[in-house]
């Protein structure tokens, strides 16, 4: 069993910033993967950032976002605390969401375990 406990959201003014944590703590794996989602009212969740870990390091070349968050969003990770952050910038209106952390197991593309999810609300 993996947990995940998300921390950091909150309200900020557009255009400011918030960074995201996710600690993961339980049975993590060596070559596995963690990835941010949100969800905003009335929409689908949809994936937001994606970090690998290979051999137990965390792999910050192997990176990848959403094209609405490109250039904005950074994902990073901290390999001693077994956390991975979401730096967010140049926030707007529209990264209003509840944003939820989790956790690919063996790099499959299918995330086994979420976190509870944390509110970030963007206003104007």
């Known amino acids: 069993q993996v947990q995940l406990v998300e921390s950091g959201g909150g309200l900020v003014q557009a255009g400011g910033s918030l960074r995201l944590s996710c600690a993961a703590s339980g049975r993590t794996f060596s070559n596995s993967a963690m990835g941010w989602f949100r969800q905003a009212p009335g929409k689908e969740r949809e994936f937001v950032a994606r970090?690998?870990?290979?051999?137990?390091?965390?792999?910050?070349?192997?990176?990848w976002y959403a094209d609405s968050v490109k250039g904005r969003f950074t994902i990073s990770g901290d390999n001693a605390k077994n956390t991975v952050y979401l730096q967010m910038n140049s926030l707007k209106r529209e990264d209003t969401a509840v944003y939820y952390c989790?956790?690919?197991?063996?790099?499959?593309?299918?995330?086994?375990?979420w976190g509870q999810g944390t509110q970030v609300t963007v206003s104007s």
């Open positions: 970090i690998t870990w290979s051999g137990g390091i965390l792999y910050s070349a192997s990176t």
């Open positions: 989790a956790y690919d197991a063996a790099i499959s593309g299918q995330y086994d375990y």
